[in-house]
């Protein structure tokens, strides 16, 4: 009997093992895809049946990908919106957190609730009052533009809040009793007891600011001040597409997000872990 429960144990582990392995492949196949499809040539692209390994690896499409298209300045323009980004919503959710979590002013509870509900709002919604606000500034096809309406963001206050109450007040009591300000606190002993948090913060923001196609193609029409995301949908015209550049450069362009996660990877896990465990 006992080695029967172990039998169906043994087979019920195989079969969640199994169906885990299948969900991850079908999770990596279109990336697969996408990497198989670079190193094509245009027309092996078209080839029927569908080529799954290219016959002559053209690793030279990742080169003409890159000056096909101004993507150093593309590069660039992404790079200084994404620390904008960041830096902004590192700023602006870390402060906005702190006193929701804190400063027991009245009526936050409700402000704080009101706030979140923001976040059922469709984002789509916005784009037009945002760029009526934009345009009127004169901010069009400029760095202010780009990063602007996303340098805070009501789920990093969120997140960050809930990592907030994970922290003992003892420490911070403390601090008062010896004469620190309110504002030293957050500086010195909430902040930076927060780092996975706000790690977890910094990967999101990036990774959303990086990929970001829709609201760059809106409020730019210079190539000067094109991302990256607009730079490969270039490589698509009202009557072709050049498959075989357009996934090279999309390759090349998702680099950066994987090279940011697997440096902030330890501080990500954690931070995801511990903001949810006091609400």
Same mark, same amino acid.
């Given at each position: 009997?006992?080695?029967?429960?172990?039998?169906?144990?043994?087979?019920?582990?195989?079969?969640?093992?199994?169906?885990?392995?299948?969900?991850?492949?079908?999770?990596?196949?279109?990336?697969?895809?996408?990497?198989?499809?670079?190193?094509?040539?245009?027309?092996?692209?078209?080839?029927?049946?569908?080529?799954?390994?290219? %016959?002559?690896? #053209?690793?030279?499409?990742?080169?003409?990908?890159?000056?096909?298209?101004?993507?150093?300045?593309?590069?660039?323009?992404?790079?200084?919106?994404?620390?904008?980004?960041?830096?902004?919503?590192?700023?602006?959710?870390?402060?906005?957190?702190? %006193?929701?979590? #804190?400063?027991?002013?009245?009526?936050?509870?409700?402000?704080?609730?009101?706030?979140?509900?923001?976040?059922?709002?469709?984002?789509?919604?916005?784009?037009?009052?945002?760029?009526?606000?934009?345009?009127?500034?004169?901010?069009?096809?400029?760095?202010?533009?780009?990063?602007?309406?996303?340098?805070?963001?009501?789920?990093?206050?969120?997140?960050?809040?809930?990592?907030?109450?994970?922290?003992?007040?003892?420490?911070?009591?403390? +601090? #008062?009793?010896?004469?620190?300000?309110? %504002?030293?606190?957050?500086?010195?002993?909430?902040?930076?007891?927060?780092?996975?948090?706000?790690?977890?913060?910094?990967?999101?923001?990036?990774?959303?600011?990086?990929?970001?196609?829709?609201?760059?193609?809106?409020?730019?029409?210079?190539?000067?001040?094109?991302?990256?995301?607009?730079?490969?949908?270039?490589?698509?015209?009202?009557? %072709?597409?050049?498959?075989?550049?357009?996934?090279?450069? +999309?390759?090349?362009?998702?680099?950066?997000?994987?090279?940011?996660?697997?440096? +902030?990877?330890?501080?990500?896990? #954690?931070?995801?872990?511990?903001?949810?465990?006091?609400?």
């Amino acid at each position: 009997m006992l080695n029967t429960r172990k039998l169906w144990k043994k087979s019920g582990n195989t079969v969640i093992y199994g169906l885990l392995i299948l969900l991850a492949i079908s999770m990596l196949l279109p990336f697969i895809w996408m990497l198989s499809t670079s190193l094509m040539n245009e027309l092996e692209v078209y080839s029927f049946p569908p080529k799954f390994i290219p %016959s002559n690896w #053209r690793w030279e499409n990742f080169v003409e990908a890159m000056t096909l298209q101004p993507f150093g300045r593309y590069f660039l323009n992404s790079a200084i919106v994404s620390i904008m980004v960041v830096s902004g919503q590192m700023i602006f959710c870390s402060m906005a957190a702190y %006193s929701f979590a #804190r400063i027991k002013f009245k009526g936050h509870e409700k402000v704080f609730a009101v706030y979140i509900s923001t976040m059922m709002i469709p984002a789509i919604v916005t784009i037009i009052p945002a760029f009526l606000i934009i345009n009127t500034f004169g901010w069009m096809n400029t760095y202010w533009a780009l990063a602007t309406p996303t340098i805070s963001n009501v789920w990093g206050i969120f997140l960050l809040r809930q990592f907030f109450l994970t922290i003992p007040k003892d420490l911070e009591d403390a +601090a #008062r009793i010896d004469g620190a300000s309110e %504002s030293r606190i957050f500086w010195t002993i909430s902040l930076p007891l927060s780092q996975p948090a706000l790690a977890t913060l910094a990967i999101f923001s990036f990774m959303a600011s990086w990929k970001d196609f829709l609201w760059p193609l809106i409020v730019t029409n210079r190539a000067d001040m094109r991302t990256v995301e607009v730079g490969i949908a270039n490589f698509s015209t009202v009557y %072709s597409t050049d498959w075989p550049h357009q996934m090279a450069a +999309a390759v090349i362009v998702l680099l950066p997000i994987i090279i940011v996660f697997i440096l +902030a990877q330890r501080h990500f896990v #954690r931070g995801i872990t511990f903001s949810g465990l006091k609400g």
